[in-house]
């Protein structure tokens, strides 16, 4: 009844927003809620039938006692502490290559943009087709330029370096284009009043882009660091883990315990576990960026 007593103006506001929240509780709280729940059972077979017992919290001790999961883990952390800078980088200095108003910079945009019309799934694809050891175009350039072909997602010192790779052609666009539209923002006065101080390109740069795109950075950093978190796409289609884990992450790791060996036990335990790491980290991540919001 609460909402009947609100002003004419926040009931609108109110109905509008019903469908976001409804679809958050459904779509985000309620598995969240359902992962938690599910982590404290296990599943046994009595008289020929599967039935639910509850274990409490033996899943995540079991978890952190188990070297494949300490390892997932770790690939995880490794994965996310490499890609996510490198695509903020490289996306922030093509929207900085981009804003400068240049000749061709709407072509080449036109043609760059082109990754984030494509899923993960179809990008994982070309990859592995790109990549191939024995086949692949990038060996045959490598060779016709006299260098020695890559195992690439073969071995275990290359795959993750290759989906970082992957990762990265995949996102950079698309984070790019949060950036040209930050950078967009910034009023050119300010560039003009610096460049009668005698301001050069990079102290502009510190001094003025860097400073006023600083929200938007933020939040492709949360939201880059979000989906990076839970990707296993890649790892699915290509790697399969491998080899010798070293791409095994966590969330495919979850997928496997689930949708694999049926221990969706185990498998809820690790999805809270990385849900909970990844609120840590973003958690810190606004402890570092966003003090002064």
Do not use: C
Request: glycine share 6%; proline share 5%.
């Amino acid at each position: 009844m609460q909402i009947l007593r609100l002003k004419p103006e926040h009931k609108s506001a109110a109905l509008f927003l019903l469908p976001v929240v409804v679809g958050l509780v459904v779509f985000r709280l309620y598995p969240i809620g359902t992962a938690l729940i599910d982590s404290l059972f296990t599943e046994i077979f009595r008289s020929g039938q599967r039935t639910r017992q509850f274990i409490g919290l033996e899943n995540y001790l079991d978890l952190f006692r188990d070297p494949v999961f300490r390892n997932s883990f770790r690939v995880t952390l490794v994965f996310n502490v490499f890609v996510n800078p490198i695509q903020i980088f490289i996306a922030l200095l093509l929207a900085l290559l981009l804003t400068a108003r240049k000749p061709g910079v709407g072509l080449f945009i036109s043609i760059y943009i082109i990754p984030v019309g494509m899923s993960v799934s179809v990008a994982s694809v070309i990859w592995r087709i790109l990549l191939n050891p024995d086949q692949g175009i990038v060996n045959s350039i490598l060779m016709w330029l006299g260098m020695n072909p890559q195992p690439f997602f073969t071995s275990s010192s290359q795959a993750l370096w290759s989906i970082i790779l992957l990762t990265s052609w995949k996102g950079v666009s698309f984070w790019m284009i949060f950036l040209i539209a930050g950078l967009n923002d910034i009023p050119r006065s300010l560039y003009e009043s610096a460049q009668i101080d005698g301001a050069n390109y990079l102290r502009q740069t510190l001094s003025i882009t860097l400073p006023l795109i600083k929200r938007i950075l933020l939040f492709v950093l949360v939201v880059d660091t979000s989906v990076n978190w839970v990707l296993f796409d890649p790892m699915y289609i290509i790697t399969g883990g491998g080899p010798q884990q070293s791409t095994n992450v966590l969330m495919f790791e979850a997928y496997r315990s689930g949708f694999v060996y049926g221990d969706f036990g185990r498998s809820m335990a690790m999805v809270t576990i990385l849900l909970a790491s990844l609120l840590v980290v973003v958690a810190i991540q606004f402890r570092l960026l966003g003090r002064e919001d």
